[in-house]
């Protein structure tokens, strides 16, 4: 693949001012898109991705906005339209965890969650499919555009004490696949990529002691966490037209999470 295999092409990526969107942003950079970074409350640390991405040569304008919120999110697609030019790639990744049992979990956080995690990936799709679909057929055969939801290991993977998490990734999956099959005959691409554990933020209680680490590597067959650009890589892969023909796909890089590691020496 050459380095700039996204040379011309506009992305978005949400939740782009840490972890997984970040690396996402400076990947699709570096291969030569030009780069909406959404932030939601960390205006510095999009500044910084900005700056790293034009240190390096590359082209990106950060755009504060609540993925879960309507106006917001149809301001900044047009913000992206104005500013950035015409979208070709949407990686819609912001999410949070707000973890609780059901018997303690309260309609805010249920609320919160969904609203981010899932609404917020609607809204975003949407925004993009409309865009995509304003535009006229390119003649060159590629796609007309291309999303590419976060998704999670937790889109298969029940999670106790995080049933909003669970069910809203989960929901991500099936909104993936019926947008792939509706979108397709407009050659829009649409795919997912369920992430294992990635050492970001969002888990940090997970990986950053040693004896969180060494509980959270049983359930890890390759024997590492990951970090944030592992899944940048795949998202690149994805945006690109080297994974042309992938469409309604959901790639798990997880180091083996989905294995179900806890039966090697069971069942
Ligand atoms: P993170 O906490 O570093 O990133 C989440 C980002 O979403 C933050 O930049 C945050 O400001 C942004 N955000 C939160 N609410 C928002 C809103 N309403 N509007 C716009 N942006 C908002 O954590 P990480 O890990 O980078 O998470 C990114 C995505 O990856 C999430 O969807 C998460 O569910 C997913 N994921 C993460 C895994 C991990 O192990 N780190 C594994 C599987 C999925
Ligand atoms: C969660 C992380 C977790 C990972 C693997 C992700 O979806 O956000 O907290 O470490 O899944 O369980």
């Not at 590359?58 to 979208?87: I, K, N, T, W, Y």
């Not at 999670?159 to 991500?172: E, L």
């Not at 969002?202 to 990951?226: C, F, H, M, S, T």
């Amino acid at each position: 693949m050459s380095d700039t295999p996204l040379s011309g092409r506009v992305a978005l990526v949400t939740g782009a001012s840490s972890g997984i969107g970040r690396a996402c942003a400076l990947r699709l950079a570096a291969a030569g898109a030009r780069v909406l970074v959404n932030y939601y409350g960390d205006r510095q640390s999009a500044a910084e991705v900005v700056d790293q991405i034009e240190g390096a040569g590359g082209s990106a304008v950060a755009h504060q906005a609540d993925v879960g919120d309507e106006r917001q999110v149809e301001a900044m697609f047009e913000r992206c339209r104005e500013d950035v030019g015409p979208l070709d790639i949407l990686v819609a990744n912001a999410g949070i965890q707000k973890d609780s049992d059901l018997i303690t979990m309260s309609v805010d956080d249920w609320d919160a969650v969904l609203s981010t995690n899932l609404r917020g990936q609607f809204l975003c799709a949407r925004a993009a499919a409309r865009g995509f679909c304003s535009r006229k057929n390119k003649s060159d055969g590629r796609a007309s555009g291309n999303i590419i939801f976060m998704s999670s290991v937790h889109d298969r993977i029940p999670w106790a004490g995080r049933s909003n998490y669970s069910a809203a990734k989960g929901g991500t999956l099936m909104l993936m696949k019926s947008l792939a099959q509706e979108l397709g005959p407009e050659k829009i691409r649409v795919n997912a990529v369920s992430p294992g554990a990635i050492m970001t933020d969002i888990n940090r209680d997970a990986w950053e002691d040693e004896d969180g680490r060494q509980e959270l590597l049983k359930l890890i067959p390759y024997g590492r966490v990951g970090e944030p650009d592992d899944i940048a890589r795949a998202v690149q892969w994805l945006a690109s037209d080297e994974s042309d023909y992938v469409h309604g796909h959901a790639l798990y890089v997880d180091g083996g999470m989905m294995l179900y590691p806890s039966f090697r020496e069971g069942g």
